[in-house]
């Protein structure tokens, strides 16, 4: 990959995580204390649960080395600024929803090179010359996430008007640039692009129906309510598509990795709309 194909994708990710910080404030780290329960489940499941189906996903159904790392770096990836959207139309607890994006895209700056790096040790081949500075990803993932969001957050604190009217063009832009790094990467790939993607589908689509399921179930068992068992299972299964793929191109320095978020991230608006559809066809308030 060109380093004026990173920089490119460095600032379109940049942008998006500036937009999610202008919607954030800091009441929404504050419910992790003040609603424990289920923000500690919602973690729980992105954090433990994805990683741990994204690996169980990649060992049975025997993926290649490259299909393989590309899930494992997507399950390791926080909710994005999309679920928050995607939980507003689904009628779930919207408040968790951001909580939940915003708590776990601190933690996963340090969890991410850990999931990464056991993954590159676990399906890499000896013709694959990976290497994972763990250091070096956290400082990126700093540059790229934590700094456009805490940047966003302090716009919004102090010029809040401001931050109400660019809240939604941003996420326009976000969806937007998030198609057009698809495009991007499907042409840079097009010889074999193929042939990744008869086997990036099918993980794609089992990622994303088992984590949304798991999300759900847990919530239900541990008696969460039905607007909060909503968002947790599409923050668990809807995850930052674009973060991945910048990883993958940057940290990694292999854009073949990318295959799997970039399919995941077409597909999961598929469940996520069945999830809308149902609410509003059922007409549920709770």
């Known amino acids: 990959m060109d380093s004026t194909t990173g920089i490119i994708l460095a600032i379109s990710l940049i942008i998006i995580m500036f937009g999610m910080g202008l919607s954030l404030t800091l009441s929404d780290f504050k419910r992790v204390f003040v609603f424990p329960k289920a923000i500690i489940i ?33 399950a390791a990836c926080p909710g994005g600024p999309t679920s928050n959207m995607l939980t507003f139309l689904a009628k779930g607890d919207l408040a968790l929803s951001v909580s939940l994006t915003a708590v776990a895209s601190v933690l996963t700056i340090f969890t991410i090179p850990l999931i990464v790096q056991f993954a590159v040790q676990e399906f ?21 996430v934590l700094i456009p969001v805490a940047l966003g957050m302090w716009t919004k604190h102090r010029f809040g008007e401001f931050a109400s009217r660019m809240e939604k063009p ?3 832009a976000s969806a937007l640039i998030f198609v057009l790094v698809v495009i991007g990467i499907t042409y840079s790939i097009r010889d074999v692009f ?36 909503i968002s947790i299972s599409i923050e668990t299964g809807i995850q930052n598509g ?33 999830i809308i559809l149902t609410r509003k066809s059922l007409g549920v308030k709770d």
Do not use: H, W
Request: positive net charge; hydrophobic residues 55%; proline residues 3%.
């Open 42 to 74: 919602g973690l729980c499941c992105q954090i433990v649960f994805l990683p741990l189906i994204g690996y169980t996903l990649a060992t049975a159904l025997e993926l290649s080395p490259t299909t393989a790392i590309g899930l494992m770096l997507l």
């Open 242 to 274: 674009t973060l991945a793929i910048t990883l993958a191109t940057i940290a990694l320095n292999n854009v073949e990795f990318s295959i799997v978020p970039a399919t995941y991230g077409l597909l999961m608006y598929v469940s996520a709309t069945l």
């Open 194 to 229: 193929m042939s990744y993607l008869r086997e990036a589908g099918l993980p794609a689509i089992l990622l994303n129906i088992f984590t949304m399921s798991i999300g759900f179930l847990l919530a239900v068992l541990f008696k969460l309510n039905r607007r909060q068992a």
């Open 170 to 172: 941003i996420k326009v």
């Open 124 to 144: 890499s081949n000896e013709s694959q010359a990976i290497r994972v500075d763990a250091l070096t990803m956290i400082k990126q993932l700093t540059i790229i």
